[in-house]
């Protein structure tokens, strides 16, 4: 495709230092050539045609030529505009079928076989075209099957035509052979084929029409609608010259006129139709450049520069993706018409570009826009992790205080049920007892609140702790565990835990989280896990803290599974440690718990 | 009998100091931190110091910790600690060298003052009182990680319980409503079941059992 190398060259990639940012395009060189090219060609062609034009009205023969420039131009101009769609192409090459075809109407031998044998490409062209709209690519194996019948049907069912039909082109330059009835058949099999061919399209095209939704509809519908029109036209003007009882060259000027709408239908639809006016990279390059304040969003940038409105955004964070906002979301999976563009920058992903695919044929110059904005990306992606964290700290934070709620609730309601009522009971006793009474019982109930007092004094801060620290108080929750459980400390911990080590202990704030911790995976593990056997181990590492408690049951623990799980990693993380479960189904459940100790 | 209480708590404080003394001891002193605690065992050389664990000055086991010290100063002193929640750790590290004079108990059994007393009694004469908590505290450990503890019947588990606590056979007897005789032959067999040599020491078969369960 010429001209085409242009948009991979890197050079032109760079971001210029003139820093344009209006709307002046400058029109590639190629392209400019391009477009004096065909000019020169179509003024040669009438200039051909005023001397040497069959019979035919002189202006009805300049309309078709007039239908290849009009094919170019707006071809360049799609081109032009949007670089990433492959419409551009595609109708400048139209534009040249058109001109080759036209050649068939100047009486010199050269020029009549090149317009034979290109006499019904045009069709064959905007039948491709109207199947590869709006991206200028052939999505489906449909329209790929279809447009090779067409291109077969019009450049191979063609040659019966101008082979053996004398009376067919004056001069008959690529006769071989006078042949009547070969020519009949060729041109009912050409017919045929066509006709199917057409029909098929049509299938196609409305079924893409019901699929698609209502914004893509309101382009697609009038630029099938005059397809449909045109090629009816071109393929059956006989038969439709008769049924309306039409002036041949009333039917066929209006005919050509028709065929000059249909490109500019595509371009209109392209450019207009859901499709904001396209900059190019290089002025991405500018707005990267502009200071702070007085740019657009990237978003927007990016969505100028490779032409989708609808364009998004996803920045890395951890193992998943967020908006611009820090708020999780999903990349797109192949499943839809959306498609995303991973942004590389230093060998990791720092983006993704997601554009529609039915707008964009071509991944590359969308890739090509990321590379250039990647930087740009990567420092937005931070303030979307930013974002993101504050969000999860928020989370955690509300969490946090519900669970400090949840707790003081719990225990108020523990002191009214199992202390107020007894106590009341107790007093009223003592207050209708008479001097001399056995006061055994009343003792004895004292004694039972008293118990119930520690033991629910002991569930908020366990005495151990306190006088002696974690290692003491894990041991003691080891003690009255149900199931056999096996503590592990390193030497240093453990000097430290007897008293003699006063120094050693942990700040109480670790010593807090940390048992709690210990305490309610031991509470899951025997409550869920249906373990035998559970082992703890402490280590101090330097001014690392770390924990491990082990299971050898069921497994399959979930941090989301419970207010337990997660209340524990919200405490940790609170203390800025880390908290891992280790819970595959069927081989023990692993909590690993890592914290700052520095005491 | 003479007595030094070390108590952070006014009340509770005030309150053993009269009791104590209505029960017929002579309460020497009553202070409150550790350190003081130390300072007046050694000048009024009592003979039992009777004492808070979670005591001033950090607040943490101070009262324990000035209670070993007492000991090593004046090894005669016999010591009973108290506590609101009372642990393993504790009563093994309390009757490491010695389980003669030595009491470990939850503060809540002041309360039954004339059993409370007994026991105070029964330690200031070189006995030992382990709280029945810790010591079924102990026991249900063993029993969930020793198969030999497991094998003994239920009775035995109970004699076993009550040694531990520090009673001789009369009071076994006495609290089981069985004879003497019946609690030598199920001490015997304990002894043959958990290993534990047989010895008429009574501070020395405590200090076994205690052994024993704190492993």
Not at chain 1, 115 to 131: D, I, R
Not at chain 1, 136 to 158: D, F, M, N, P
Not at chain 1, 434 to 454: A, H
Not at chain 1, 508 to 526: D, F, H, Q, R
Request: proline letters at 5%; charged letters at 20%.
């Amino acid at each position: 495709m010429p001209g085409l190398s242009i948009f991979c060259n890197p050079r032109w990639m760079q971001p210029t230092s003139s820093g344009r940012t209006g709307g002046s395009h400058q029109l590639p060189m190629a392209l400019l050539l391009l477009s004096v090219a065909v000019a020169a060609i179509a003024a040669g062609e009438v200039a051909l045609l005023a001397t040497y034009g069959t019979g035919a009205p002189f202006g009805l023969l300049v309309l078709v030529t007039l239908v290849g420039c009009v094919y170019t131009a707006t071809g360049i101009l799609a081109w032009v505009r949007r670089p990433a769609n492959r419409m551009g192409p595609l109708l400048c090459i139209g534009g040249l079928v058109w001109l080759a075809a036209s050649a068939v109407n100047i009486a010199i031998p050269a020029f009549i076989a090149v317009g034979s044998v290109t006499q019904t490409l045009p069709t064959a062209l905007a039948v491709h075209a109207l199947l590869a709209y709006p991206s200028g690519r052939l999505r489906s194996l449909g329209s790929r099957v279809l447009t090779i019948a067409v291109y077969c049907a019009t450049l191979v069912l063609q040659a019966p035509l101008y082979l053996f039909g004398a009376s067919w082109s004056e001069p008959p330059v690529l006769l071989v052979a006078d042949r009547p009835d070969l020519l009949a058949m060729g041109q009912r099999v050409q017919g045929v084929a066509g006709l199917v061919i057409l029909v098929s399209t049509g299938a196609v095209l409305i079924r893409r029409l019901v699929a698609s939704d209502r914004r893509h509809r309101r382009v697609l519908l009038p630029v099938y609608g005059c397809g449909a029109v045109v090629l009816v036209g071109m393929t059956s003007s006989a038969t439709l010259a008769r049924l309306i009882a039409i002036d041949p060259v009333t039917l066929g000027t209006f005919q050509l006129f028709l065929n000059m709408v249909l490109p500019c239908a595509f371009v209109a639809g392209l450019l207009i139709g859901g499709f904001e006016r396209t900059s190019e990279v290089d002025q991405l390059g500018a707005w990267l450049g502009a200071p702070d304040g007085q740019r657009p969003s990237l978003r927007d940038a990016l969505s100028r520069t490779v032409g989708d409105p609808t364009l998004t955004l996803g920045y890395r964070v951890g193992h998943g993706w967020v908006d611009a906002d820090g708020v999780a979301i999903e990349l797109p999976d192949g499943g839809s018409n959306r498609r995303a563009v991973l942004v590389e920058l230093d060998d990791r992903s720092v983006a993704a570009i997601v554009y529609d695919a039915t707008l964009i044929a071509d991944p590359e110059p969308v890739r090509a826009a990321g590379r250039v904005a990647a930087i740009a990306l990567d420092r937005e992606r931070l303030t979307a992790q930013l974002l993101a964290s504050q969000e999860e700290l928020r989370d955690s934070r509300t969490r946090l205080v519900e669970a400090g709620d949840r707790e003081r609730r719990r225990l108020a309601q523990d002191l009214h049920d199992r202390l107020q009522g007894r106590l009341t009971l107790l007093a009223l006793r003592v207050g209708s007892a008479s001097p001399g009474d056995d006061l055994t019982e009343i003792r004895r109930g004292l004694d039972e609140s008293i118990t119930e007092l520690r033991w629910l004094v002991q569930g908020v801060m366990p005495s151990l702790l306190v006088e002696r620290g974690l290692l003491a108080a894990v041991e003691d929750m080891t003690d009255r565990m149900p199931l056999r459980t096996v503590l592990h400390v390193d030497e240093a911990t453990a000097r430290g835990v007897d008293g003699r080590e006063v120094d050693s202990r942990l700040p109480s704030s670790v010593e807090g989280t940390a048992y709690s911790v210990i305490a309610e995976a031991l509470t899951n593990a025997v409550k869920h896990a249906g373990a035998t056997t559970l082992t703890v181990v402490i280590r101090r590492d330097g001014g690392r803290l770390r924990i491990e408690v082990v299971d050898d049951g069921v497994g399959g623990a979930r941090p989301s599974g419970g207010t337990g799980l997660r209340g524990m990693g919200d405490r940790v993380h609170a203390l800025g440690g880390t908290l891992v479960i280790d819970s595959p189904a069927g081989a023990g459940t692993r909590v690993l718990v890592e914290m700052a100790c520095a005491s | 009998m003479r007595i030094l209480i070390g108590e952070d708590e006014t009340l509770l404080r005030e309150g053993l100091s009269l009791v104590l003394s209505q029960q017929g001891m002579e309460v020497v002193g009553a202070v409150a931190d550790a350190d003081a605690l130390v300072a007046m065992a050694c000048v009024e050389e009592p003979d039992l110091v009777l004492t808070d664990i979670r005591m001033p000055p950090t607040g943490t086991d101070d009262g324990l910790r000035a209670a070993r010290r007492i000991r090593a100063l004046r090894p005669g002193t016999a010591v009973v600690v108290l506590s609101q929640f009372v642990q393993r750790r504790y009563a093994v590290e309390l009757l490491a060298d010695h389980a003669a004079g030595v009491g470990y108990l939850l503060k809540q059994r002041v309360l039954d003052v004339p059993a409370f007393c007994r026991d105070l009694r029964r330690v200031t004469h070189g006995g030992t009182a382990l709280d029945p908590e810790v010591v079924a505290l102990m026991m249900t450990r063993s029993l969930r990680d020793d198969e030999a503890l497991d094998s003994l019947t239920p009775r035995r588990r109970e004699v076993l319980a009550l040694i531990a606590e520090g009673l001789n056979n009369a009071a076994i007897a006495r609290r089981l409503s069985i004879s003497e005789k019946a609690v030598v032959v199920h001490t015997s067999g304990i002894y043959d079941a958990l290993g534990i040599p047989v010895d008429g020491d009574e501070h020395r078969r405590v200090l076994a059992v205690v052994r024993y369960l704190g492993r």
